[in-house]
């Protein structure tokens, strides 16, 4: 089998892989072709953490990935708070595959959603970007969007405004103006990156103008939530996984108010393949909601095992 | 980390070591201190396949069993059809700790749980052993039942009686007689072990005597049967998990028709810590419903890779 330990995987993995492994597997999700299984999330008796699985088929690719939140595993041992592996199988024969270190693919696989939705969802004249959330995966999310347009600014609200340069360090690496704003002043941006872990609603729907593509990230919960849920009823509502969005996505509340159905959310995966026309005028409002899928993961995972056995930097180890 | 490839496992794992493995963890799910998590088995695209995951945790234990069947492994690419991996982690920081092939582990820790009952719920003057089934995992549960008692006899039946001699082979190992009977001659056996893929009844309840102890292995699986409903009436009723023995286990038709409820089903990790009885006379008809739980494979692999590190022939890999 084939090992690629963690920290091989930040010289291995591109944006650009990470991008073309989601947008496929997206595409599969919507045609049918691939499928997510349940997935299993337990809370441990020690440690307060969290830990499961999140697992998936897709054509070539079968396996999980497993592993959760340790919240003290920084303060208590220097070792960063979300652990987790993947694990790939042979979809032909039930054989494991491959052992890939899953905590550096998790950031990436995150930001390639947002920035798969953007390249499909987002007007091709897209000028100002807004960010609501400047944590560490808010600058993932950032560098990977500013590829999907020619965007000249970019604007960030964060609850701490002490976190902002985050933000303003990827801007000035971009060579792109920053600027901090309240939240009305996100009516300047035509593409907005939701990623908090919030629950409740900060960005509200007078906050957002005509035109503009949301990718809201931060809502993978129940009882999480990002965005008014009446700015799901004013826009057209894409994501990963349609039965994800409505139960543990940004879309559970508009639901729950009986404000959109779930047959109002359409994979993105269908524009990708051209079953859904996706945005159809410039003033329309689009938001994905990105729940976050095992298939992400696995996709991305197979990417860099391919990556690793052909550049010869893999650990293989007979079974 | 830690590999153990499934080809060392044989020469690494005893029937004592799954057998210490599976009592304690049966005792640690009784008292609350191990708990297994939901069952994730889905149907393959391809292959006919089934692949899925259980897992659990327990003090020092932690992951999963990943695998599943893949039934034209064999014929296809000389393959063994069941294939399965189990994977370990560590508790108190949800690093990846260990790979363990799951295969021959599989067969030891099914034959370790049946062993486990009959060391806890048998008569101790148990003579003769009966078999229903006589495929490849009744070799490996009759030779770990055999290990408990003073047998001085093997009576057996399967559906199909050519297969018969392999049950003769490990009773020959044994140094014991064995005779092939009629399902009514399992009267004779003390001891009963029914290891089938039976979708209806095969052993009723008047083909077994009082005081006879039964190991019903084969059920895990809506659907699936032994055993007459009626026998687990008339039986106390054990199990490794009721939630599971109740809906996927042998103790599903009884509950169904209303003859027993989950509440009389007791764990047989509460006979193990001495919270309850057990047999109470020689008369007693007990009953053990393996449905077999991720924890069995999790305590196994432990141990596995515990021998492996200490002999020093695992397989180590930085991560």
Redesign the interface.
């Known amino acids: 089998m084939v ?1 690629v ?3 091989m995987i930040p010289g291995l993995l591109t944006r650009q892989a990470s991008f073309e492994a989601v947008e496929k597997v997206f595409a599969a999700m919507a045609s049918g ?1 691939a ?1 997510n ?2 997935v ?1 999330r ?1 809370a ?4 307060d ?1 969290l ?3 999140k ?1 998936g ?1 897709a054509p070539g690719i ?3 990935k ?5 919240p003290h ?1 920084l303060e208590r ?1 220097g ?1 960063i708070n979300h ?3 993947v ?1 790939l ?1 042979d ?6 595959k491959a ?1 890939v ?1 899953g905590n550096y693919l998790t950031a990436l696989r995150t930001a390639a959603a947002s920035s798969v939705s953007i390249r499909h969802l987002a007007r091709a004249d897209a000028k100002v970007l807004g960010m609501v959330g400047a944590g560490h995966q808010a600058t993932f999310q950032m560098r990977a969007a500013l590829e999907q347009r020619a965007f000249e600014k970019v604007i960030g609200w964060n609850l701490h405004p002490e976190m902002l340069p985050n933000l303003q360090k990827v801007a000035d690496e971009a060579g792109l103006p920053f600027e901090a704003v309240e939240l009305p002043g996100l009516r300047d941006a035509d593409v907005i990156i939701t990623i908090t872990s919030s629950f409740a609603p900060t960005l509200m729907a007078d906050h957002v103008s005509p035109g503009t593509h949301l990718a809201c990230m931060g809502t993978d919960t129940k009882g999480k939530q990002e965005v008014e849920a009446a700015l799901l009823a004013r826009a057209t509502v894409f994501t990963d996984e349609a039965a994800q969005s409505v139960s543990i996505g940004e879309a559970q509340h508009a639901v729950a108010e009986g404000l959109i159905a779930e047959g109002d959310v359409t994979p993105v995966g269908a524009v990708i393949n051209g079953t859904h026309p996706g945005r159809t005028s410039a003033e329309e409002i689009t938001l994905f909601d990105g729940t976050g899928v095992g298939l992400q993961d696995l996709a991305v995972a197979a990417s860099i095992v391919e990556t690793a056995v052909a550049d010869g930097t893999a ?1 293989l ?3």
């Open positions: 090992i330990p963690e920290g072709e499928a299984f349940p299993v337990e441990m008796p020690t440690e953490a830990y499961g699985f697992g088929v079968l396996g999980l497993a592993g959760g939140y340790w595993n041992r070792l652990q987790s592996t694990f199988f979809p032909d024969t039930g054989r494991v052992l270190g650990t180890v007979p079974l």
